[in-house]
């Protein structure tokens, strides 16, 4: 979905926000992965899941648009 440096980005912005917050190094890591890791899934198992059935061949699958569709709507959401 072309989204990766889109997440980076918001990554910077997230650790921006917790280190300018006070959150303690060792903290840091696991409070980034709370707040991150099932956006960063979305767009990683979506991508996948759109590559497969690009590998397929034949004609698009109509789920395709749909998929991309509920990523954009949930990656439109406030990080």
């Known amino acids: 979905m072309a989204w990766g440096v889109g997440l980076a980005i918001e990554d910077a912005v997230v650790l921006a926000e917790l280190t300018g917050n006070g959150v303690l190094a060792a903290e840091i890591g696991e409070r980034l ?10 767009v990683v198992e979506g991508s996948l899941q759109l590559s497969r059935w690009e590998q397929q061949g034949g004609p698009p699958n109509p789920k395709a648009a749909e998929l991309t569709a509920a990523a954009f709507a949930k990656l439109a959401e406030p990080i």
Do not use: D, G, I, N
Request: with cysteine.
């Open 33 to 42: 992965a709370a707040r991150r890791f099932e956006r960063c899934r979305l």
